[in-house]
């Protein structure tokens, strides 16, 4: 198959490349790093409000622009060179998801609108989700009252938990069996009881948070669909949002690629560019090997999520399963090229690394994708 961006899907790449050059630099990102929320939020207005990416994939009917997949690739592989620190991972490219498979929902009619025009952010509560959608879940139960619902449960690994405008909340009827009906419920932060701390990770570039509800109570629209909507729901979301992290990792391994052959340029040992020794230009072409295999799995499992494939899932996990682990080789190989100068605070190759290695068991692990794989074409038994 042959891919190639439209020249105006092009065009979307540079302004975001340009923008995020600009207005996210190495100097924002510490900035950014160091703020009580984990990014800026004048930042985050403009790519809202005034660039209107953050309507990119929300259809018009819900106030977005409309696009598809291939327009978010566009934006996010920029954001993964530059280490983007703002909600946009979680709140387009797993609520938004979630919120779009059960579109016609009281929930989903009150939150899209916010999210396309920046207004609002949110989460989807699935923690590390490590595995299938039923067990991302397991953490909360709900239970049935008089005026609507009441949710229970907590989950130590939340992205954007702390501060999301709206959680999205997977559950179980309290009381039902492992295999019983998933629900998804549209919980507003400002609800009675919930309990959000933040959590220190290795990668200060993305916040987390355990969250906490505690009889959590939310009116019936909250409900997202039937009691059994949860699940596909979450699955789909799941997987585009698997996608999304393997299109950001190819922007963050071409990010290692050109910082290791820059610095390789640059810096002069035994009177000449360590790019001259043949040790360094394997390295840099291994990087270069690990990039555009990368690029090739995230962008086609890119194009499975623009058309609606069926093949989503399968493609989803090659895309997260590869793009891992070569974005944290890249890294890890360009922390080799700069020696000892890349851990230090000024230069971004170790920040590279700990995106990528937290990354690597975010949203499954390489080994649990393989092995989902492994079970789509019969070889084997999912755990």
Known sequence: MHFAFTDEQEALREQARAFLAEHASSEALRRAMASERGFDPELWARIGRELGWTGVAIPETHGGAGLTFIEAMALLEPMGEMLLASPFFASLC???PALLTVPDSPGAREWLPALAEGRATATLVVGAARGPARSAAAGFTW?????GYTLSGRDGFVLDGAHADLLLVPAQR???AADGPLALFAVPARTAG???SARV???ATRRFAEVQLCDAAVPRAARLGDEDAGEVALARALDLAAIALAVEQTGGAQRCLDLSVSYALERVQFGRPIGSFQAIQHKC?????AVETSRSAAYQAGCVAAEAGAELATSASLAKA??????FRCAADALQIHGGVGFTWEI????HLKRARSMEAWLGTPAWHRERIAVAIGLGECA
């Open 322 to 327: 590869w793009c891992s682990e070569a974005y």
């Open 143 to 147: 239970r049935q009252t008089a005026d």
């Open 194 to 196: 919930i309990v959000r």
């Open 285 to 289: 072409a291994d990087l270069m090997l």
């Open 201 to 203: 990770t290795m990668d």
């Open 348 to 351: 971004d190759v170790h920040l």
């Open 174 to 176: 309290e009381g039902a």
């Open 94 to 96: 797993l609520a938004a």
